[in-house]
């Protein structure tokens, strides 16, 4: 789905109505897990505490702004953007292919001293 969003042709892109449907599927199929409800509940609690010490915090720090300082936005300028490009298949991969390999202790310890003398 990200990739789809992503795409640098926006009539690639799914609409928002598709959007909502794919992602209103996601969210009614992962109540029927008991372990993601689990997981979810765990999230909550947890978001919870994050806002209390949150609300504590807030209150126990008393932030300044100078009295003089002049505080402005401005607008960015996009004009001279490139187009957009997708990136191709094989740049993709490079980041979305899991590695898997296993290494027993004797192939570390070669690295490490490898890594040292090459600092050396």
Same mark, same amino acid.
């Given at each position: 789905?990200?990739?789809?969003?992503?795409?640098?042709?926006?009539?690639?892109?799914?609409?928002?109505?598709?959007?909502?449907?794919?992602?209103?599927?996601?969210?009614?199929?992962?109540?029927?897990?008991?372990?993601?409800?689990?997981?979810?509940?765990?999230?909550?609690?947890?978001? +919870?505490?994050?806002? $209390? *010490?949150?609300?504590?915090?807030?209150?126990?720090? @008393? !932030?300044?702004?100078?009295?003089?300082?002049?505080?402005?936005?401005?607008?960015?300028?996009?004009?001279?953007?490139?187009?957009?490009?997708?990136?191709?298949?094989?740049?993709?991969?490079?980041?979305?292919?899991?590695?898997?390999?296993?290494? +027993?202790?004797?192939? $570390? *310890?070669?690295?490490?001293?490898?890594?040292?003398? @090459? !600092?050396?």
């Amino acid at each position: 789905l990200i990739t789809k969003c992503w795409d640098a042709k926006a009539e690639n892109r799914p609409t928002a109505k598709e959007l909502f449907q794919i992602l209103y599927k996601w969210d009614n199929k992962k109540y029927d897990d008991s372990d993601i409800k689990f997981i979810e509940s765990q999230i909550n609690e947890y978001n +919870d505490k994050i806002k $209390l *010490n949150r609300t504590s915090e807030k209150k126990s720090k @008393n !932030i300044q702004t100078h009295p003089q300082a002049i505080y402005t936005s401005r607008l960015l300028n996009f004009k001279n953007l490139p187009e957009p490009v997708n990136s191709g298949a094989t740049q993709s991969t490079l980041f979305s292919e899991g590695f898997d390999c296993q290494l +027993d202790e004797s192939d $570390l *310890n070669e690295m490490n001293q490898d890594d040292e003398n @090459n !600092i050396e």
